[in-house]
């Protein structure tokens, strides 16, 4: 089955970008969705088909994805952005969704 | 305003059967996919199970086929979980989730606030 490997960690300034990285075998030719997640909330999405964002979400939030990485771009982190974020693809060679592990994002 | 709630879960022996519910409001509900994900306790997203919208195709993931069946009842709003011979690896939070069609792919747009599932002798 198809695997989502993100780092467990990010630490990041205030002010400063972060980018949280998704790696997976030829990932830039599917459609990746990012979530964040906050303590004790439901998952919320952040970013959608790579790089678009849903209304309401920040433009500080972007994304890209080539090759075997996708990445989530933080750009001006606040403190109300520390939380957990999720990426997500479609897998078509066995119809499920898949996660990867997620990234615990910490504003120093 | 589109909303999601869950309901159903609690505490359930190893073995055991519960019937998890989501119940949604504030959109054209027979319109959407809908997926349950869970996430054991301090642990990171898990998809469990897809419906469309017509309730076919149905897919589950490989570690609950064969124990869950997912099931939709258009008239009524809601979603539902079946799950069997549960184990107490099936310890988590779950969610139901709504797609919607962004782009080439569809995302999970909207979020149940989660029902807790433990499964404990």
């Known amino acids: 089955s198809y695997v989502l490997t993100q780092p467990h960690s990010v630490s990041v300034a205030p002010g400063q970008t972060a980018r949280i990285s998704c790696g997976g075998h030829?990932?830039?030719?599917?459609?990746v969705h990012w979530y964040q997640q906050k303590p004790g909330q439901a998952p919320v999405l952040v970013v959608y088909g790579d790089s678009d964002r849903p209304s309401g979400i920040p433009e500080r939030f972007s994304g890209s994805n080539f090759g075997n990485t996708a990445t989530l771009i933080i750009n001006g982190v606040e403190a109300g952005d520390e939380a957990d974020y999720y990426c997500?693809?479609?897998?078509?060679?066995?119809?499920?969704?898949?996660f990867g592990g997620g990234t615990e994002v910490t504003v120093l | 305003e589109v909303q999601l709630v869950e309901s159903g879960g609690g505490l359930v022996q190893p073995g055991g059967s519960l019937r998890l519910s989501c119940a949604a409001s504030g959109f054209a509900f027979s319109s959407y996919s809908l997926n349950w994900v869970r996430q054991a306790p301090g642990k990171g997203l898990e998809w469990v199970a897809y419906i469309s919208g017509s309730s076919s195709p149905i897919y589950y993931a490989d570690s609950v086929k064969g124990r869950f069946t997912i099931s939709r009842d258009n008239a009524k709003n809601s979603l539902f979980l079946q799950m069997n011979s549960l184990r107490a690896e099936d310890t988590a939070v779950y969610y139901c989730?709504?797609?919607?069609?962004?782009?080439?792919?569809?995302?999970?747009?909207?979020w149940g606030q989660g029902t807790l599932v433990t499964v404990s002798s």
């Open positions: 997500q693809v479609w897998d078509t060679s066995s119809d499920s969704w898949v």
């Open positions: 030829y990932i830039g030719t599917k459609s």
């Open positions: 989730a709504r797609e919607e069609q962004t782009g080439i792919s569809p995302s999970f747009d909207r």
